[in-house]
């Protein structure tokens, strides 16, 4: 059973920096790919960013220049470096590892972290 779980969220002020860390209960070079998904009260989940298992990263168009993604593979981790942050940042981030195979693609998600930014 696949264990995403993640840390470092909290509240901020508008301009600073956080960073997210999820941790895989085993190696993340069994993902595909893993990312970062987030949602705020009354909106969809959406993707912010996403790191495959070769190395290329995508972002949302919101976050891109203030968020980087990055992957450790010995320590089983991927990580969001967030600066800049808007009070528009504010949800709740979900960490994401996704699988494909022959059988199809599956989804794994962290329970999510709050992320709050006072303007």
């Known amino acids: 059973q696949v264990q995403l779980v993640e840390s470092g969220g909290g509240l901020v002020q508008a301009g600073g920096s956080l960073r997210l860390s999820c941790a895989a209960s085993g190696s993340i070079d069994s993902f595909n790919s893993m990312g970062w998904h987030r949602q705020a009260p009354g909106k969809q989940r959406e993707l912010v960013a996403v790191?495959?298992?070769?190395?290329?990263?995508q972002y949302a168009d919101s976050v891109k220049g203030r968020f980087t993604i990055s992957r450790d593979t010995a320590k089983n981790t991927v990580s969001l470096q967030m600066i800049s942050l808007k009070p528009e940042d504010s949800a709740v981030y979900y960490c994401?590892?996704?699988?494909?195979?022959?059988?199809?693609?599956?989804?794994?998600w962290g329970q999510g972290i709050q992320v709050t930014v006072s303007s």
């Open positions: 790191i495959t298992s070769s190395g290329p990263t």
């Open positions: 994401h590892a996704a699988t494909i195979s022959w059988s199809g693609v599956r989804d794994y």
